[in-house]
C-alpha cells in the first residue's frame, strides 16, 4: 500500500516531477535501432517520458533525438527533410543536426548571426544491443552507460523485442518482476510431475509459495526465492533483479527453461526495460538472452525464441502511440478462449504468455490506484523497489543526491537466474554464486564466502 502522495510521485514521470528527474539522470532507450533502418530515412515520432520527441538517423548514419517542434515557430519536425546531414523544417527551411546546431536559416538575412546564436535542444544518443539510447537528463557530460552484460553479448545469442503496455510504467514493470504469478498466469494449467526432472520449472511448480529474501544491492534490489528440496539438505533459489530505474532480470535466460548444468549455456543475463511513454503508456524492451544451447548434431537452440520472435502485434504506424501495439486488447477481452480456460490447456485462456502479462497489466486501470491493495510477503520485492524508488527520488530532489547506479556502472553487472545451494546458505551466497566474471558485480556487501572459492 502506498499514501496517495507517495503513488502520485512513483508513478508520474513528466518533466519536472520527482520520478521524471530521477528517471532523466540514467540513460534510457528510446527506440530500436530498426526504426531507424537507414541513414536519411523517415523521421521516427518517439513519445517518452511524457515528451514529444522526433528521431532521424541523418547522412552519416548518427542518431538524433530533440523535441519535434521546431525552435522557429512550433511546428513539427516530424513533416521535415531528413537530408544532407540535418533535419530541415519544411515550413521556413531551418536545418538542424544531430546535436541541435542550426545549420541553415534561409529566410533570415546571414549578416544577423542569428542561426549561429540558436540551438535546438537535442538529447545525446549512442546505439547499444540493437537499441537507441538518449541521456535526457541535466548534466553537461553524460554519465556512463550502464555495464549490461548483454551489451558484450554476440547479437546472435541474444533476441530483441519490443511490445506496448497500456498503462502506467510502474504497474507494468512490477509484473514482471512478481515472483509468485507464474505459478498460477503462466503455468497453473501445469502440474509439476509433467515437467522436466530437475528443471528450475518443475521445482517453480512444485511450491507455488516460497520464502523470501531482498538485499539491496549498488544498483537497485535483489530478490531471492527459495524453497527447501525433498530430504531438506538443500534449497533451489530463484534469483532476479531490480536495476535502476526501470530494468529487471528475472531470469529468463536461465531460470525457467533449465538449470545451467544441464546444457543449457548462459551467454549473458537478459534484461527486461519498461520505458514511460508518458504516465498511462509503457515500451517494453526485452532484450532474451542466455538461452543458448548447442544440440547433439551441432546446431543451435534457442529456449522459447519462436515465443518472443512472434509477438502478435499491428504494423507499426507513425502516431504518438503507433507503435508495436498487440492485436488484442481490452477491445475484445484480448481475444480470451473460456473453453480453454475451463479445460485447462491454459490457466488464462489467452494465446501468449507476453499477452498475459499485458492483460494482468492493463486490466489494473491505467495507474493503479495503491491506498488500497493488499501486498503479502510475496511481494516483499515490490515493496522494497518502491521504498528506493521513492527515497532516491526525494534525496535527489531535495539535496540533489546522484541516485544508485548512475555513477556506477558496474553496478549493472550482476545476473539473475536459479540453483540448488546447501539449506544452510542465506541469499548472500545464492547472489555470489551467480558473479560476473573474475571482477563480479560490484557489490562490496556481498564479501566472497570460502566455499564460493573453492568452488571457482
Ligand atoms: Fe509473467
Given at each position: 500500500m502506498l499514501s496517495a502522495k507517495d503513488n502520485e510521485l512513483i508513478t508520474r514521470v513528466g518533466p519536472g516531477t520527482p520520478m521524471g528527474d530521477l528517471m532523466r539522470q540514467y540513460w534510457v532507450p528510446a527506440c530500436l535501432s530498426s526504426e531507424l533502418p537507414k541513414p536519411d530515412g523517415d523521421p521516427l515520432r518517439v513519445l517518452l517520458l511524457g515528451e514529444r520527441l522526433v528521431a532521424f538517423r541523418d547522412t552519416e548514419g548518427r542518431v538524433g533525438l530533440m523535441p519535434h517542434q521546431c525552435p522557429h515557430k512550433k511546428a513539427s519536425l516530424f513533416y521535415g527533410r531528413n537530408e544532407e546531414g540535418g533535419l530541415r523544417c519544411v515550413f521556413h527551411g531551418w536545418k538542424f543536426d544531430v546535436a541541435g546546431r542550426c545549420m541553415d536559416m534561409p529566410n533570415e538575412p546571414p549578416e544577423r548571426g542569428f542561426k549561429d546564436k540558436l540551438r535546438a535542444k537535442a538529447y545525446p544518443c549512442v546505439e547499444?544491443?540493437?537499441?537507441?539510447?538518449?541521456?535526457?537528463?541535466?548534466?553537461?557530460?553524460?554519465?556512463?552507460?550502464?555495464?549490461?552484460?548483454?551489451?558484450?553479448?554476440?547479437?546472435?545469442?541474444?533476441?530483441?523485442?519490443?511490445?506496448?503496455?497500456?498503462?502506467?510504467?510502474?504497474?507494468?514493470?512490477?509484473?514482471?518482476?512478481?515472483?509468485?504469478?507464474?505459478?498460477?498466469?503462466?503455468?497453473?494449467?501445469?502440474?509439476?510431475?509433467?515437467?522436466?526432472?530437475?528443471?528450475?520449472?518443475?521445482?517453480?511448480?512444485?511450491?507455488?509459495?516460497?520464502?523470501?529474501?531482498?538485499?539491496?544491492?549498488?544498483?537497485?534490489?535483489?530478490?531471492?526465492?527459495?524453497?527447501?528440496?525433498?530430504?531438506?539438505?538443500?534449497?533451489?533459489?530463484?534469483?532476479?533483479?531490480?536495476?535502476?530505474?526501470?530494468?529487471?532480470?528475472?531470469?529468463?535466460?536461465?531460470?525457467?527453461?533449465?538449470?545451467?548444468?544441464?546444457?543449457?549455456?548462459?551467454?549473458?543475463?537478459?534484461?527486461?526495460?519498461?520505458?514511460?511513454?508518458?504516465?498511462?503508456?509503457?515500451?517494453?524492451?526485452?532484450?532474451?538472452?542466455?538461452?543458448?544451447?548447442?544440440?547433439?548434431?551441432?546446431?543451435?537452440?534457442?529456449?522459447?525464441?519462436?515465443?518472443?520472435?512472434?509477438?502478435?502485434?499491428?504494423?507499426?504506424?507513425?502516431?504518438?502511440?503507433?507503435?508495436?501495439?498487440?492485436?488484442?486488447?481490452?477491445h475484445n477481452d484480448y481475444g480470451i478462449d473460456r473453453d480453454k480456460q475451463r479445460s485447462r490447456v491454459t490457466f488464462t485462456g489467452l494465446s501468449n504468455v507476453i499477452l498475459e502479462d499485458t492483460c494482468m497489466s492493463e486490466s489494473m486501470d491505467p495507474i493503479v490506484d495503491r491506498t488500497d491493495e493488499h501486498l503479502g510477503v510475496a511481494d516483499l520485492f515490490h515493496i522494497r523497489i518502491r521504498q528506493r524508488l521513492i527515497a532516491a527520488a526525494k534525496a535527489l530532489a531535495d539535496h540533489g543526491a546522484v541516485p544508485p547506479g548512475v555513477d556506477n556502472p558496474d553496478g549493472y553487472l550482476i545476473r539473475p537466474g536459479f540453483l540448488e545451494l546447501p539449506a544452510d546458505l542465506t541469499i548472500v551466497d545464492a547472489a555470489e554464486t551467480l558473479r560476473v566474471g573474475d571482477g563480479g558485480a560490484h557489490m562490496p556487501e556481498l564479501a566472497p564466502k570460502p566455499w564460493a572459492r573453492e568452488d571457482a
Open positions: 547499444r544491443a540493437g537499441l537507441v539510447w538518449t541521456y535526457m537528463g541535466p548534466r553537461e557530460t553524460p554519465p556512463p552507460m550502464p555495464a549490461l552484460e548483454v551489451f558484450d553479448a554476440n547479437p546472435r545469442d541474444t533476441t530483441l523485442m519490443a511490445y506496448q503496455v497500456e498503462c502506467n510504467w510502474l504497474q507494468a514493470f512490477e509484473n514482471d518482476l512478481d515472483i509468485t504469478h507464474f505459478g498460477f498466469l503462466h503455468g497453473g494449467h501445469s502440474e509439476a510431475e509433467q515437467l522436466p526432472e530437475g528443471s528450475a520449472l518443475r521445482e517453480l511448480m512444485r511450491d507455488r509459495a516460497p520464502r523470501y529474501e531482498v538485499l539491496d544491492t549498488a544498483a537497485g534490489v535483489m530478490s531471492g526465492s527459495y524453497r527447501t528440496m525433498p530430504g531438506g539438505t538443500m534449497k533451489s533459489w530463484y534469483l532476479q533483479n531490480y536495476l535502476f530505474p526501470f530494468f529487471g532480470q528475472t531470469g529468463v535466460g536461465i531460470g525457467i527453461g533449465e538449470k545451467v548444468a544441464s546444457g543449457w549455456t548462459q551467454k549473458a543475463a537478459g534484461i527486461t526495460m519498461k520505458v514511460p511513454m508518458d504516465d498511462t503508456h509503457t515500451m517494453a524492451f526485452v532484450i532474451a538472452s542466455g538461452l543458448a544451447a548447442t544440440t547433439e548434431d551441432g546446431s543451435r537452440e534457442f529456449y522459447n525464441d519462436e515465443m518472443w520472435r512472434s509477438l502478435p502485434l499491428r504494423p507499426n504506424t507513425t502516431d504518438w502511440l503507433g507503435r508495436f501495439r498487440w492485436i488484442d486488447g481490452e
